[in-house]
């Protein structure tokens, strides 16, 4: 459910309906509030005054949180497209700005909630919005910042929803209870020293935010000077491809912590085979 997502969480969350979007919005909004989080939502399906409407609706009171500084409710085309254009690399300056100007102001965390159907008009730039949606998991892994990406499925296909999806940490999909479910995996970033810990299981669904973060860690690396870890004392990992990078990486770039036996047996295994590795560790 919408109130076990915590800062740090990056969700796509599947929507159908406008009133979906607006319950799912309205529990995160009022979440939030009641945790002293700032919110940014960037909407696009309804204008800024009907999702405050909307919200008012639902209990959530709007008028005193946007007065009090604490809600801010927007068009994509300030927040998204404000260059007239999708830019993927640019946006990650953008969320790591507004957790700037959150912390300043003393606010417990940040909030992201974006209506991401402006995506569906294919705009130029969109075309790289699950590169864009990999990458900005470094900005909340951080932990102190969270995002509920809102993606309707009735302007996706399956086909086109497939990678944004697995750039997501987790996904609350289409056959999924709303009352039952958790994110599926959690990732957090440390730079000093440079440290990535997964918790929850790694799989089909979320290896690319998991190849993005890897990615991210062995630059944090780079730029300290220094070997990173990878905690997996709380993680599952079920996904091959996963386990093969790190089984490649794994000797010259980070040092795994807490893998579980199995794990340990299988790195082991295939590091064997591996014509990144000269043998088990």
């Not at 790190?246 to 295939?270: A, C, F, H, M, N």
């Amino acid at each position: 459910m919408v109130a076990t997502l915590q800062p740090g969480d990056h969700v796509c969350w599947t929507i159908g309906t406008d009133d979906e979007q607006l319950r799912v919005t309205a529990r995160c909004v009022a979440d939030g509030l009641a945790r002293r989080h700032r919110i940014v939502y960037l909407t696009h399906s309804l204008l800024p005054q009907a999702v405050a409407a909307g919200l008012d609706a639902r209990g959530v009171p709007v008028a005193e949180a946007v007065a009090a500084g604490q809600l801010r409710i927007t068009s994509s085309s300030g927040g998204y497209l404000a260059t007239g254009r999708f830019d993927a690399a640019a946006m990650p300056a953008v969320w790591a700005a507004e957790q700037a100007v959150t912390r300043a102001a003393g606010w417990a965390g940040l909030r992201a909630i974006g209506d991401m159907a402006w995506a569906a008009s294919r705009l130029p730039g969109s075309e790289d919005l699950a590169g864009y949606e990999a990458g900005v998991n470094r900005v909340f892994a951080e932990g102190y910042a969270m995002a509920l990406c809102l993606y309707d499925r009735r302007l996706f296909t399956a086909a086109e929803l497939a990678p944004i999806m697995a750039a997501h940490p987790c996904t609350k999909g289409p056959g999924a209870d709303e009352a039952e479910w958790e994110p599926a995996l959690r990732m957090r970033i440390s730079a000093t020293p440079p440290r990535l810990t997964l918790r929850g299981e790694i799989d089909a669904s979320n290896r690319h935010a998991v190849a993005a973060m890897l990615d991210t860690l062995a630059e944090d690396a780079a730029a300290a000077g220094t070997a990173a870890e990878v905690d997996l004392s709380e993680a599952a990992v079920y996904d091959v491809a996963t386990i093969t990078r790190l089984v490649r990486d794994g000797r010259r770039t980070y040092r795994l912590v807490g893998e579980s036996p199995q794990l340990t047996k299988l790195i082991r295994l295939l590091a064997v085979r591996s014509p990144y590795a000269g043998g088990p560790a």
